[in-house]
C-alpha cells in the first residue's frame, strides 16, 4: 500500500510539471495576442456618436438607445483592456453626460436630445483638453457616417 502512494506521489511531480509548462506556454500565447489600443476604442465610440446625431435627428429613438449602448460599451471595453493609459482616470467625467442621453432617448425628447449631444460632446473635448489631446476637436456631424443605413424611420 505505501509503495503506491509513493508512486503515486512520484507521478504527481511529472504532472506538476507538465502543467506548469502548458500554463507557461498559455501565458506567452496570451501576452502575445492582439489587444486593440486606446485608439482603436476611440475610433469606434466617434462613428457611434455620429450615428447617434443622426438616429436622434430622425427620432429613431430604438436606434439612438443602441448607438449610445455601443459608446457606453467602448467605454467599459476601455478600462479592461487599457487600463494602462493615464487617459482612462479622466473617463468619469464622460458618465454625466452619458446618463443624459439615455434620458432624453428615454423620453423621446428632440430638444433634450440636442442638448444631451451637444453636452456629451462638449464634455468629448473636454477630456481630450485634459488628457493633451486637444487636437482632437469633436463637433456635430454634418454628413452621415456611413450611406448603406437609412436612419429615417419609415
Not at 504532472?15 to 506548469?20: I, K, R
Request: with cysteine; aromatic share 8%.
Amino acid at each position: 500500500m505505501l509503495i503506491i502512494l509513493f508512486a503515486s506521489c512520484n507521478n504527481g511531480g511529472a504532472d506538476t510539471a507538465a502543467l506548469q509548462t502548458r500554463i507557461d506556454s498559455l501565458q506567452k500565447q496570451l501576452a502575445g495576442s492582439y489587444r486593440p489600443g486606446l485608439g482603436e476604442f476611440m475610433a469606434g465610440i466617434q462613428l457611434h456618436h455620429e450615428k447617434l446625431w443622426f438616429a436622434g435627428q430622425a427620432q429613431n429613438w430604438k436606434l439612438a438607445d443602441f448607438e449610445i449602448h455601443e459608446i457606453m460599451e467602448a467605454l467599459d471595453d476601455i478600462k479592461v483592456y487599457a487600463s494602462d493609459r493615464p487617459e482612462v482616470k479622466s473617463l468619469p467625467m464622460i458618465m454625466a453626460p452619458v446618463d443624459s442621453m439615455n434620458n432624453a432617448i428615454a423620453k423621446k425628447d428632440p430638444v433634450l436630445f440636442k442638448s444631451a449631444y451637444m453636452l456629451l460632446t462638449n464634455t468629448c473635448n473636454n477630456c481630450h483638453r485634459a488628457t493633451q489631446h486637444e487636437f482632437n476637436v469633436i463637433k456635430t456631424p454634418t454628413v452621415p457616417p456611413v450611406s448603406d443605413q437609412e436612419f429615417e424611420l419609415k
